[in-house]
Protein backbone atom coordinates (compact mmCIF):
# COMPACT_ATOMS: atom_id res chain seq x y z
CA UNK A 1 0.00 0.00 0.00
CA UNK A 2 1.78 3.01 -1.26
CA UNK A 3 0.27 6.19 0.54
CA UNK A 4 1.45 9.29 -0.32
CA UNK A 5 0.38 13.51 1.23
CA UNK A 6 0.87 16.56 -1.44
CA UNK A 7 0.50 19.60 1.04
CA UNK A 8 -0.50 22.61 -0.46
CA UNK A 9 -3.05 22.11 -4.38
CA UNK A 10 -1.99 25.24 -6.28
CA UNK A 11 -1.06 24.20 -9.72
CA UNK A 12 2.21 22.19 -9.20
CA UNK A 13 0.61 19.96 -6.26
CA UNK A 14 -2.11 19.37 -8.53
CA UNK A 15 -0.05 18.71 -11.32
CA UNK A 16 1.62 16.09 -8.74
CA UNK A 17 -1.37 14.25 -7.79
CA UNK A 18 -2.85 14.10 -11.28
CA UNK A 19 0.62 12.51 -12.35
CA UNK A 20 0.88 10.11 -9.81
CA UNK A 21 -2.75 9.04 -9.80
CA UNK A 22 -2.09 8.71 -14.07
CA UNK A 23 1.19 6.80 -13.54
CA UNK A 24 -0.42 4.66 -11.18
CA UNK A 25 1.89 5.25 -8.27
CA UNK A 26 -0.31 5.77 -5.12
CA UNK A 27 -2.89 3.72 -3.84
CA UNK A 28 -3.72 5.98 -1.29
CA UNK A 29 -3.73 10.04 -1.35
CA UNK A 30 -3.90 12.81 1.27
CA UNK A 31 -5.26 15.83 -0.51
CA UNK A 32 -4.29 18.94 1.91
CA UNK A 33 -4.64 22.60 1.59
CA UNK A 34 -5.78 25.51 3.55
CA UNK A 35 -8.78 26.43 0.69
CA UNK A 36 -11.20 23.64 1.83
CA UNK A 37 -13.22 24.21 -0.85
CA UNK A 38 -10.24 23.94 -3.32
CA UNK A 39 -9.76 20.35 -1.79
CA UNK A 40 -12.77 19.57 -2.31
CA UNK A 41 -13.04 20.40 -6.06
CA UNK A 42 -9.91 18.30 -6.38
CA UNK A 43 -11.02 15.21 -4.63
CA UNK A 44 -14.24 15.24 -6.82
CA UNK A 45 -12.47 16.28 -10.36
CA UNK A 46 -9.75 13.33 -9.17
CA UNK A 47 -12.78 11.08 -8.75
CA UNK A 48 -14.76 11.83 -11.58
CA UNK A 49 -11.93 10.73 -13.58
CA UNK A 50 -11.19 7.18 -12.29
CA UNK A 51 -13.95 5.53 -14.24
CA UNK A 52 -11.85 6.54 -17.12
CA UNK A 53 -8.51 5.95 -16.31
CA UNK A 54 -6.52 2.52 -15.58
CA UNK A 55 -5.76 3.49 -11.86
CA UNK A 56 -7.56 4.18 -8.76
CA UNK A 57 -6.69 5.64 -5.79
CA UNK A 58 -8.24 5.74 -2.12
CA UNK A 59 -8.42 9.38 -1.72
CA UNK A 60 -8.56 11.85 1.84
CA UNK A 61 -8.81 15.16 2.68
CA UNK A 62 -7.30 17.72 4.66
CA UNK A 63 -5.82 15.09 8.11
CA UNK A 64 -2.76 15.58 8.95
CA UNK A 65 -3.27 12.82 11.28
CA UNK A 66 -3.08 10.72 7.57
CA UNK A 67 0.14 11.55 7.34
CA UNK A 68 1.62 8.87 10.60
CA UNK A 69 1.89 6.28 8.12
CA UNK A 70 2.42 7.95 5.00
CA UNK A 71 5.80 6.59 2.67
CA UNK A 72 5.98 9.97 1.20
CA UNK A 73 4.68 13.83 2.00
CA UNK A 74 5.48 16.13 -0.79
CA UNK A 75 4.76 19.72 0.37
CA UNK A 76 3.99 22.26 -2.45
CA UNK A 77 2.70 25.58 -0.42
CA UNK A 78 3.12 29.26 -1.98
CA UNK A 79 2.55 31.75 -4.47
CA UNK A 80 3.92 31.79 -7.17
CA UNK A 81 2.10 35.44 -8.20
CA UNK A 82 5.28 36.93 -5.93
CA UNK A 83 8.07 35.08 -8.33
CA UNK A 84 5.86 35.86 -11.15
CA UNK A 85 5.95 39.90 -10.67
CA UNK A 86 9.52 40.43 -9.08
CA UNK A 87 11.52 37.98 -11.44
CA UNK A 88 13.56 36.07 -8.24
CA UNK A 89 12.15 32.44 -7.08
CA UNK A 90 12.91 34.03 -2.60
CA UNK A 91 10.19 36.59 -3.76
CA UNK A 92 8.02 33.63 -1.73
CA UNK A 93 10.23 33.63 1.11
CA UNK A 94 9.02 35.54 3.99
CA UNK A 95 5.36 33.60 3.32
CA UNK A 96 7.13 30.47 3.04
CA UNK A 97 9.31 30.08 5.53
CA UNK A 98 5.79 30.87 8.09
CA UNK A 99 3.99 27.99 5.75
CA UNK A 100 7.02 25.68 6.54
CA UNK A 101 7.03 26.49 9.91
CA UNK A 102 2.91 25.81 10.64
CA UNK A 103 3.33 22.99 8.01
CA UNK A 104 6.45 21.22 9.76
CA UNK A 105 5.13 21.52 12.99
CA UNK A 106 1.96 19.66 11.96
CA UNK A 107 3.84 16.95 9.80
CA UNK A 108 5.65 16.36 12.98
CA UNK A 109 2.90 16.25 15.37
CA UNK A 110 1.28 13.79 13.32
CA UNK A 111 3.93 11.24 13.85
CA UNK A 112 5.34 11.31 9.93
CA UNK A 113 8.57 9.06 9.85
CA UNK A 114 8.49 8.93 5.89
CA UNK A 115 10.26 10.83 3.23
CA UNK A 116 9.31 14.77 2.68
CA UNK A 117 10.12 16.24 -0.71
CA UNK A 118 9.73 19.70 -0.78
CA UNK A 119 9.02 21.97 -3.90
CA UNK A 120 8.09 24.79 -2.34
CA UNK A 121 10.21 28.19 -3.11
CA UNK A 122 12.66 28.69 -2.37
CA UNK A 123 13.26 24.98 -2.14
CA UNK A 124 16.49 25.33 -0.28
CA UNK A 125 15.78 28.18 2.54
CA UNK A 126 12.47 25.99 2.70
CA UNK A 127 13.80 22.47 2.91
CA UNK A 128 16.28 23.55 4.87
CA UNK A 129 13.53 25.13 7.99
CA UNK A 130 11.47 21.67 6.96
CA UNK A 131 14.33 19.91 8.18
CA UNK A 132 14.87 22.10 11.50
CA UNK A 133 10.97 21.94 12.06
CA UNK A 134 10.42 18.47 11.50
CA UNK A 135 13.70 16.83 13.22
CA UNK A 136 14.16 14.10 10.21
CA UNK A 137 16.89 13.23 9.54
CA UNK A 138 18.90 14.67 6.67
CA UNK A 139 18.48 11.57 4.38
CA UNK A 140 14.58 11.27 4.38
CA UNK A 141 13.79 14.60 3.88
CA UNK A 142 15.39 16.47 0.83
CA UNK A 143 13.81 19.29 -2.49
CA UNK A 144 13.80 18.96 -6.09
CA UNK A 145 16.04 21.65 -5.99
CA UNK A 146 18.16 21.87 -9.58
CA UNK A 147 16.60 18.90 -10.97
CA UNK A 148 14.29 20.99 -12.77
CA UNK A 149 16.98 23.94 -13.73
CA UNK A 150 19.21 20.30 -15.43
CA UNK A 151 15.92 19.41 -17.24
CA UNK A 152 16.52 22.75 -18.67
CA UNK A 153 19.86 22.72 -19.46
CA UNK A 154 19.78 19.59 -21.60
CA UNK A 155 16.62 21.08 -22.99
CA UNK A 156 18.62 24.23 -23.86
CA UNK A 157 21.84 21.98 -25.06
CA UNK A 158 20.03 19.60 -27.06
CA UNK A 159 18.25 22.24 -28.74
CA UNK A 160 21.04 24.03 -30.08
CA UNK A 161 23.21 20.98 -31.27
CA UNK A 162 19.77 19.09 -32.70
CA UNK A 163 19.55 16.51 -29.49
CA UNK A 164 16.97 15.11 -27.99
CA UNK A 165 17.61 16.55 -24.37
CA UNK A 166 18.00 12.54 -22.93
CA UNK A 167 21.58 12.65 -24.77
CA UNK A 168 22.76 15.28 -22.38
CA UNK A 169 24.17 14.57 -19.12
CA UNK A 170 25.55 16.48 -16.71
CA UNK A 171 24.46 19.40 -13.93
CA UNK A 172 23.31 22.37 -12.46
CA UNK A 173 24.31 23.14 -9.21
CA UNK A 174 23.69 25.34 -6.39
CA UNK A 175 20.63 27.00 -5.42
CA UNK A 176 17.07 26.80 -7.18
CA UNK A 177 17.04 30.52 -7.51
CA UNK A 178 19.05 33.08 -9.05
CA UNK A 179 22.82 32.09 -8.22
CA UNK A 180 22.77 28.27 -9.56
CA UNK A 181 25.01 27.57 -12.20
CA UNK A 182 25.73 24.82 -15.15
CA UNK A 183 28.86 23.04 -13.94
CA UNK A 184 30.11 22.70 -17.82
CA UNK A 185 33.02 20.63 -16.96
CA UNK A 186 30.21 17.99 -15.69
CA UNK A 187 28.38 18.61 -19.19
CA UNK A 188 28.11 15.74 -22.21
CA UNK A 189 26.49 15.20 -25.18
CA UNK A 190 26.87 11.80 -26.38
CA UNK A 191 29.22 11.13 -23.90
CA UNK A 192 31.48 13.67 -25.65
CA UNK A 193 32.05 16.74 -23.48
CA UNK A 194 30.45 19.99 -24.20
CA UNK A 195 33.47 22.22 -23.61
CA UNK A 196 35.09 20.55 -26.24
CA UNK A 197 32.07 20.96 -28.45
CA UNK A 198 31.93 25.02 -27.27
CA UNK A 199 35.30 25.33 -28.36
CA UNK A 200 34.87 24.62 -31.43
CA UNK A 201 32.01 27.70 -31.47
CA UNK A 202 28.94 25.75 -31.58
CA UNK A 203 27.48 26.69 -28.38
CA UNK A 204 27.73 30.19 -26.14
CA UNK A 205 28.00 28.89 -23.13
CA UNK A 206 26.95 31.84 -21.30
CA UNK A 207 23.78 31.97 -23.16
CA UNK A 208 22.96 28.37 -22.95
CA UNK A 209 23.15 29.23 -18.54
CA UNK A 210 21.06 31.89 -18.63
CA UNK A 211 18.46 30.13 -21.14
CA UNK A 212 18.69 27.50 -18.43
CA UNK A 213 18.63 30.08 -15.25
CA UNK A 214 16.02 32.00 -16.66
CA UNK A 215 13.52 29.09 -18.17
CA UNK A 216 10.99 29.18 -14.89
CA UNK A 217 10.46 33.06 -15.66
CA UNK A 218 9.70 32.77 -19.82
CA UNK A 219 6.42 29.66 -19.02
CA UNK A 220 5.76 32.36 -16.03
CA UNK A 221 5.32 35.50 -18.52
CA UNK A 222 2.95 33.17 -20.51
CA UNK A 223 0.91 31.28 -18.38
CA UNK A 224 1.21 32.50 -14.86
CA UNK A 225 3.19 29.31 -13.83
CA UNK A 226 4.69 26.21 -13.80
CA UNK A 227 3.32 22.73 -13.27
CA UNK A 228 4.54 19.78 -15.65
CA UNK A 229 7.77 20.04 -15.72
CA UNK A 230 8.29 20.69 -11.38
CA UNK A 231 5.68 17.57 -11.01
CA UNK A 232 7.53 15.39 -13.68
CA UNK A 233 11.04 15.96 -11.49
CA UNK A 234 8.75 15.35 -8.24
CA UNK A 235 7.24 12.10 -9.09
CA UNK A 236 10.45 10.62 -10.97
CA UNK A 237 12.03 11.20 -7.18
CA UNK A 238 8.68 9.10 -6.15
CA UNK A 239 10.18 6.35 -8.14
CA UNK A 240 13.15 6.47 -7.22
CA UNK A 241 12.12 5.73 -3.89
CA UNK A 242 9.36 3.58 -3.91
CA UNK A 243 11.41 1.19 -6.47
CA UNK A 244 14.49 1.49 -4.59
CA UNK A 245 16.45 2.50 -8.05
CA UNK A 246 19.35 4.29 -6.49
CA UNK A 247 18.91 6.73 -9.09
CA UNK A 248 21.99 9.59 -9.56
CA UNK A 249 19.88 13.13 -9.98
CA UNK A 250 21.10 16.15 -8.99
CA UNK A 251 18.67 17.07 -5.96
CA UNK A 252 18.22 19.73 -3.14
CA UNK A 253 20.21 17.39 -0.86
CA UNK A 254 22.05 18.59 2.66
CA UNK A 255 25.78 18.96 2.35
CA UNK A 256 28.11 19.20 5.78
CA UNK A 257 30.57 21.58 4.51
CA UNK A 258 27.96 23.82 4.14
CA UNK A 259 25.74 23.09 6.84
CA UNK A 260 22.56 23.74 4.73
CA UNK A 261 20.64 22.00 1.16
CA UNK A 262 22.05 22.73 -1.86
CA UNK A 263 21.57 21.47 -5.33
CA UNK A 264 24.13 18.65 -5.44
CA UNK A 265 24.30 15.40 -7.25
CA UNK A 266 22.80 12.28 -4.80
CA UNK A 267 21.49 8.46 -5.39
CA UNK A 268 17.99 8.32 -4.18
CA UNK A 269 16.38 5.23 -3.18
CA UNK A 270 14.04 3.63 -0.72
CA UNK A 271 15.28 5.62 2.36
CA UNK A 272 15.41 8.87 0.77
CA UNK A 273 19.23 9.94 0.09
CA UNK A 274 21.12 6.91 -0.31
CA UNK A 275 24.27 8.86 -0.48
CA UNK A 276 26.04 12.38 -2.01
CA UNK A 277 28.14 11.55 -4.67
CA UNK A 278 31.15 14.12 -4.89
CA UNK A 279 31.56 15.60 -8.53
CA UNK A 280 34.85 16.91 -9.47
CA UNK A 281 34.63 21.00 -10.21
CA UNK A 282 36.69 23.84 -11.84
CA UNK A 283 37.88 26.22 -9.30
CA UNK A 284 35.39 28.54 -11.04
CA UNK A 285 32.94 26.18 -10.41
CA UNK A 286 33.65 25.34 -6.85
CA UNK A 287 33.63 29.12 -5.95
CA UNK A 288 30.52 29.62 -7.50
CA UNK A 289 28.83 26.79 -5.50
CA UNK A 290 30.25 28.21 -2.70
CA UNK A 291 28.93 31.89 -3.29
CA UNK A 292 25.28 30.17 -3.84
CA UNK A 293 25.62 28.25 -0.84
CA UNK A 294 26.53 31.41 1.23
CA UNK A 295 23.55 33.13 -0.33
CA UNK A 296 20.57 30.02 0.44
CA UNK A 297 21.95 29.81 4.15
CA UNK A 298 21.53 33.76 4.30
CA UNK A 299 18.22 33.57 2.97
CA UNK A 300 17.28 30.69 5.02
CA UNK A 301 18.48 32.04 8.37
CA UNK A 302 15.28 34.83 7.46
CA UNK A 303 12.78 34.86 10.43
CA UNK A 304 14.29 32.78 12.83
CA UNK A 305 14.63 33.83 17.02
Not at 132 to 154: K, S
Request: charged share 25%.
Amino acid sequence: MRKIAVIGLGNVGTTVAHDLLLRGLVDELVLIDSNEKKAQAEYFDFSDSFARIPNNAVIKLNDYGELKDADIVITSFGDVAATAKTGDRFAELPINLKNAETVGQKIKASGFDGILINISNPCDAIVNRLQGVTGLPHNRIFGTGTFLDTARMQRAVGHVFGEAPQNVSGFVLGEHGNSQFTAWSTVKIDGQPLTKLADDGKANLDELDKTARDGAFVVIEGKGYTCFAIAACAVEMVQAVFADLHQFMPASVFLEQYDCYIGYPAVIGKDGVERIQPVELTADEQSKLDQSAQTIKEKAAQGKN
